[in-house]
């Protein structure tokens, strides 16, 4: 029995894992592991047909990864997508660029020029704006005051918060709060 790992592209939550593993089982891959990016596959007595894979993940909105520097530009996206969105506030309030090279393993200037050379704005750019995504959704859920958005998401302040939004989206948050016109942006189109 031989195993194989997949590199995915966009996959974002858990049910796009749980679409990843339906897809796969329904291909005859007996699933062994998925998570936020990747999944490994037995090829039990089947020949792991790589083109057929990715046509099934492409028709589900996902991208089979082949290059090995666009796999971890996925998996900086990742390791950003899941402090932004992770329900404890502890991580945020680390030195972000020593938790994505901590994660990875890898020197984080070396990512960080990667990033910038594959997707044109720079990992901060993008944390940026994965925050200002998740500080809409908890805006638009109303549960939860500025002061505890800022305090959630490892801002410094309420000011600091608004600020940057302003400047990402144009308008204040009370004015998105209240118009909520406003359409918030899937975690995998944030940057577009």
């Known amino acids: 029995m031989a195993t194989i790992k997949l590199y995915i592209k966009n996959m974002v939550c858990d049910r796009c894992n749980r ?3 339906e897809e796969l089982n329904n291909l005859g891959y007996t699933v ?4 936020l990016g990747e999944a490994e596959i037995a090829t039990t007595g089947k020949e792991a047909d790589l083109e057929e894979i990715r046509t099934v993940m492409r028709e589900n909105g996902f991208e089979l990864l082949d290059d090995r520097k666009t796999k971890l530009i996925e998996q900086v996206k990742l390791v950003i997508i899941e402090l932004v969105h992770q329900d ?4 945020l309030h680390v030195n972000t660029s020593d938790h994505i090279a901590g994660k990875l393993g890898l020197d984080y200037n070396y990512l960080s020029n990667l990033f910038s050379s594959f997707e044109g704005i720079t ?6 704006l ?3 995504e998740r ?9 939860l005051s500025l002061k505890e958005i800022a305090y959630k998401l490892g801002y410094s302040s309420v000011a600091h918060l608004s600020n940057q ?3 990402v989206t144009g308008l204040t948050p009370s004015h998105f709060k209240q118009i909520k016109t406003e359409k918030r942006k899937t975690i995998d189109k944030v940057q577009e």
Do not use: H
């Open 130 to 132: 994965q925050r200002i």
């Open 165 to 167: 939004f302003k400047k």
């Open 135 to 143: 500080v809409k959704e908890l805006l638009v859920y109303n549960e």
């Open 32 to 35: 062994l592991q998925v998570r």
């Open 123 to 128: 990992i901060e750019k993008y944390l940026i």
């Open 88 to 91: 404890e506030e502890a991580e």
């Open 19 to 21: 679409v990843v593993a």
